[in-house]
C-alpha cells in the first residue's frame, strides 16, 4: 500500500500575505488560527491581517504561526483525503503539528509547550549570543572533524542534518562565526545565517531541556493515530514516556531530517506533501531522494485538490 509522507517545517519566515490569502479563501483555516488565538490569548488574525511587524519580527510568534499554519493546511488537506493511509514528519518545531495532527497531542497543549520551551530557551541564553548558520558543501563528518578543535569549549554543535551537503550548526554567536570560518576554509561554498534566536539543537539548550522534560510529564499524549517520525532517533514512538523524552532531546540534538526522508523513502512512500506556507522541506527533499514533493500552498496543487468550497471548509 503506497503512503502520503505529510511533512511539516519548523520555525521559517512566513510569507504573510500568502497566509491572508488562506485565511480569506479557506473556513477550516480561518477558524485554525482563530482556535490558536484562544489558546495563545490573543488575536493572531488581527494581527495578520494588520502584517504587524511585531509578529513578523518576532521569533515567539513566528513559531505559533508556524505550528498553527501548518495544522491549518493539515486540516484542509484532510478534509478532502482523510481516506488515505499517512505517516507524518516534522522539521524541529514541526514534529509538535506531527504530533496534533496524529490525535497524539492536543492542540492547546502544543501551544502551552511551544510558549514555555521558548521561555526555557530564552532563560539559558540570558547571558549569550545565540546564531545558528548553514553549511553548504561539507559532509557531517567534514564538519565533525572541525567541531574537535572547539570540542573544549562546550558552546556549538551540528544542529540539523537537512541533506548530506547541507547541515546546520548552532551555538554562542562567536564560535559559531569561527567554526563558519573554518568550514569555509576547509571547502565548504557557502555559509548563510539563519534568523532563529535562541539557538535549537545545541549543548546550550541541555539546562532547558531539563527543565522542559518536567512540563513534558504534566502534558497527556495518546497513542498516535498515525505514525509520526521523530527527530532524534529516526523511529515512530507510540508510549507517552517515549514521545516526550524524543522532545526533551530534542532540544540539544540534532535534527535527523536527511535519515528520516531515507528512512520514508524505504516506507512505500509515493509522494511527500509539505503541510506550510513555503516550499522549505520539498526543495531540501530533492536532494536526498527523487520520490515526487508538493508543497499544500501550490496553487496548481490547490485547484487540483477536491476541497470543499471555501464556505464549507
Given at each position: 500500500?503506497?503512503?502520503?509522507?505529510?511533512?511539516?517545517p519548523g520555525?521559517?519566515f512566513?510569507?504573510?500575505?500568502?497566509?491572508?490569502?488562506l485565511i480569506?479563501?479557506?473556513?477550516?483555516?480561518?477558524n485554525?488560527?482563530y482556535?490558536?488565538?484562544?489558546y495563545i490569548g490573543?488575536?493572531l488574525n488581527r494581527?495578520?491581517?494588520?502584517?504587524?511587524q511585531?509578529i513578523i519580527?518576532n521569533s515567539?510568534?513566528?513559531?505559533l504561526?508556524?505550528?498553527?499554519?501548518s495544522?491549518?493546511?493539515?486540516?484542509?488537506?484532510?478534509?478532502?483525503n482523510?481516506k488515505i493511509?499517512?505517516?507524518?514528519?516534522?522539521?524541529?518545531?514541526g514534529?509538535?503539528?506531527?504530533?496534533v495532527?496524529?490525535n497524539?497531542?492536543?492542540?492547546?497543549?502544543?501551544?502551552?509547550?511551544?510558549?514555555i520551551?521558548?521561555q526555557?530557551?530564552?532563560?539559558?541564553?540570558?547571558?549569550?549570543?545565540?546564531?545558528?548558520?548553514?553549511i553548504i558543501g561539507?559532509?557531517?563528518?567534514?564538519?565533525?572533524?572541525?567541531?574537535?578543535?572547539?570540542?573544549?569549549?562546550e558552546?556549538v554543535?551540528i544542529a540539523?542534518i537537512n541533506?548530506?551537503?547541507?547541515?546546520?550548526?548552532s551555538?554562542?554567536?562567536?564560535?559559531?562565526h569561527?567554526v563558519s570560518?573554518?568550514?569555509?576554509k576547509?571547502?565548504a561554498?557557502?555559509?548563510?545565517?539563519l534568523?532563529?534566536?535562541p539557538p535549537?539543537?545545541?549543548?546550550?539548550?541541555k539546562?532547558?531541556?531539563k527543565?522542559?522534560l518536567?512540563?513534558?510529564?504534566?502534558?497527556?499524549f495518546e497513542t498516535?493515530?498515525?505514525?509520526v517520525?521523530?527527530?532524534?532517533d529516526v523511529?515512530?514512538?507510540t508510549t507517552?514516556?517515549?514521545?516526550r523524552?524524543?522532545?526533551m532531546?530534542q532540544?540539544?540534538?540534532?535534527v535527523?531530517?536527511?535519515d528520516?526522508?531515507?528512512y520514508?523513502?524505504?516506507?512505500n512512500v509515493?509522494?511527500?506533501?509539505e503541510?506550510?506556507?513555503?516550499?522549505?522541506?520539498?526543495?531540501?527533499n530533492?536532494?536526498?531522494?527523487?520520490?515526487?514533493?508538493v508543497?499544500?500552498?501550490?496553487?496548481n496543487?490547490?485547484?487540483?485538490?477536491?476541497?470543499?468550497?471555501p464556505?464549507e471548509?
Open positions: 500500500m503506497h503512503l502520503h509522507a505529510i511533512l511539516f520555525q521559517e512566513q510569507n504573510i500575505n500568502v497566509l491572508k490569502n480569506r479563501k479557506y473556513k477550516i483555516i480561518k485554525t488560527f482556535e490558536s488565538s484562544e490573543f488575536n494581527f495578520i491581517k494588520n502584517n504587524s511585531e519580527n515567539k510568534y513566528i513559531r504561526i508556524a505550528i498553527t499554519s495544522i491549518a493546511m493539515y486540516r484542509l488537506w484532510n478534509n478532502a482523510e493511509p499517512i505517516i507524518l514528519a516534522g522539521h524541529s518545531l514534529e509538535y503539528s506531527a504530533l495532527c496524529s497524539s497531542l492536543k492542540f492547546s497543549d502544543a501551544i502551552k509547550l511551544i510558549l520551551r521558548h526555557f530557551m530564552k532563560e539559558s541564553m540570558k547571558k549569550k549570543m545565540g546564531a545558528m548558520h548553514v561539507l559532509k557531517e563528518h567534514n564538519i565533525e572533524k572541525i567541531l574537535e578543535n572547539f570540542k573544549h569549549l558552546q554543535s540539523c541533506t548530506p551537503h547541507h547541515i546546520v550548526i551555538g554562542e554567536k562567536n564560535i559559531v569561527e570560518l573554518a568550514c569555509k576547509n571547502g561554498k557557502k555559509i548563510f545565517y534568523p532563529i534566536n535549537s539543537h545545541c549543548i546550550l539548550m539546562s532547558a531541556a527543565k522542559f518536567k512540563v513534558l510529564e504534566t502534558i497527556v498516535p493515530k498515525f505514525p517520525i521523530n527527530n532524534v523511529k515512530c514512538e507517552a514516556p517515549a514521545i523524552n524524543a522532545l532531546r532540544l540539544y540534538n540534532p535527523k531530517w536527511c528520516t526522508i531515507t520514508l523513502s524505504k516506507k509515493s509522494i511527500f506533501v503541510a506550510g506556507l513555503n516550499n522549505t522541506l520539498i526543495n531540501i530533492k536532494f536526498i531522494v527523487a520520490i515526487p514533493s508543497s499544500l500552498n501550490n496553487k496543487y490547490l485547484l487540483n485538490q477536491s476541497f470543499k468550497k464556505s471548509t
